[in-house]
C-alpha cells in the first residue's frame, strides 16, 4: 500500500468497491458503452490486478491491468493489457489518473524483471483526444493498430509502451 502526494491512497481493489467501480464507469464510460457490469467483475478474475485510488474513504479511480501469468513463465515474456482507467469527473485533472498509472507501471515493471520482453498496451476512443495526451505523457504511443469499435461506434485505437526501460 502506497500514498501517493495529494493526499489519497492507492490500494488493491477487493470485492467491497464492486459498487463504486460501477458507478464511476457508468460516470466516465457511458459514451463509448455499458461498462457497469464488466469492470467490477474484473475484481473477481484472477488474472486482473485492479488498484484503486481513494480519498477519505470515497474511491476516486480505479485502474485495471491484465496479463497472461503462463505466458510470462513459458516464454519470459509479458504482454499486459490495460482494461480500463477511469477517475470520477469530480476527482479528474487533480493528478489522481496519474500516480494510478505511475503505481501500475512500477508494478508490472517489477514483475517483468528479468523478462526477455515486456510491453504494456491499452485501447482509446479515436474521438477521445485528451486522454491520449494523458496517456502520451505516461510514455505510450499509437502503433497504428486498431481493435475493432466501441459499443457506441468510436474507433478503439490502440497506445503501448515498453516495460524495460524508463
Ligand atoms: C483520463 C483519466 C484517467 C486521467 O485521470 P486524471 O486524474 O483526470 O488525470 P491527471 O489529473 O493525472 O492528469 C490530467 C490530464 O488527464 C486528462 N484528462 C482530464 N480530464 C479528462 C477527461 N474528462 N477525459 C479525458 N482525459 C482527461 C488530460 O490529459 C489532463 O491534462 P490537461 O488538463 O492538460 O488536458 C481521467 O480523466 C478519466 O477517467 N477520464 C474519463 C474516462 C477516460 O477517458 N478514460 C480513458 C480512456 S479508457
Redo the contacts with the bound molecule.
Sequence with gaps: MSFSDIGGKIRPGVIYDYFSISEISGE??SIYGDYTGVLPNYLLAEDVDTLVYEVEGDVA?FIQVYFDREELKETGELHADIL????A?R?????????MFKHMLQHLKKKSAGADRADVQ?T??HT?T??M??FRRMGFELDGRELGRYSEGQRALVMSRTLLED
Aim: no cysteine; proline share 4%.
Design positions: 466516465v464510460f479511480g480500463s482507467a477511469a477517475v469527473p476527482h479528474q485533472g487533480q493528478r489522481v489518473g496519474s500516480a491499452l482509446v476512443a477521445n485528451r486522454a495526451a494523458f
